[in-house]
T-cell receptor, first 118, second 117 residues
């Protein structure tokens, strides 16, 4: 089974702190994604990566950056956390190769990281 | 712009009855994919069902079926014989292909389903 692991389920940080959210997948997936989930807004794409060291901005990249130095790991960075970044953050991955999951293109999600910025 | 609309913020259904969760989408692409995910209170996103834009048959997976009406741009999820464990948030999503050839996934705002005993 595909496993996507997010390093922290719950984090509490202070305004202005630098925050790292880590995501690791164990199925050699090429594509990885970071979303934030807020009530009434659904999931909104922050950044995604289609290969090592490759990234594209999503719909709400402001205030965030990402790093993908290794295929299995995709990190979300909040350079200077603000209270409006309090949210649930979801990491996901998908294969860029062949097979059933490539045909469907389903995303595999981690359990989420709930970040509170005080 | 591509968009997913889920107009039902919350729904109730009696156990063992069927329920339909609505989803409409907007895209100018010819090739796209539609998905439904379930998110229980524990938070993990569980993939339920997929429909490709060129698939002529409606997708089915066990008690889940996707009522795909391409001309109306709707992709409603039907859950038959509801169970208490179906109580969760449900998200409709669409995959689009960007000019760069990469994939982007857009999600709706979700429908919270409560199954009543």
């Amino acid at each position: 089974d595909v496993k996507v692991t997010q390093s922290s389920r719950y984090l509490v940080k202070r305004t202005g702190e630098k925050v790292f959210l880590e995501c690791v997948q164990d199925m050699d997936h090429e594509n990885m994604f970071w979303y934030r989930q807020d009530p009434g807004l659904g999931l909104r794409l922050i950044y995604f990566s289609y290969d090592v060291k490759m990234k594209e901005k999503g719909d709400i990249p402001e205030g965030y950056s990402v790093s993908r130095e290794k295929k299995e790991r995709f990190s979300l960075i909040l350079e200077s956390a603000s209270t409006n970044q309090t949210s649930m953050y979801l990491c996901a991955s998908r294969t860029g190769g062949w097979g059933r999951t490539a045909n469907t293109g389903e995303l595999f999600f981690g359990e989420g990281s709930r970040l509170t910025v005080l | 712009a591509q968009k997913i609309t889920q107009t039902q913020p919350g729904m109730f259904v009696q156990e063992k009855e069927a329920v339909t969760l609505d989803c409409t989408y907007d895209t100018s692409d010819q090739s796209y994919g539609l998905f439904w995910y379930k998110q229980p209170s524990s938070g993990e996103m569980i993939f339920l069902i997929y429909q490709g834009s060129y698939d002529e048959q409606n997708a089915t997976e066990g008690r889940y079926s996707l009522n795909f009406q391409k001309a109306r741009k709707s992709a409603n999820l039907v859950i038959s014989a509801s169970q208490l464990g179906d109580s969760a948030m449900y998200f409709c999503a669409m995959r689009e292909t960007r000019i760069s050839g990469t994939y982007k996934y857009i999600f709706g705002t979700g429908t919270r389903l409560k199954v009543l005993a």
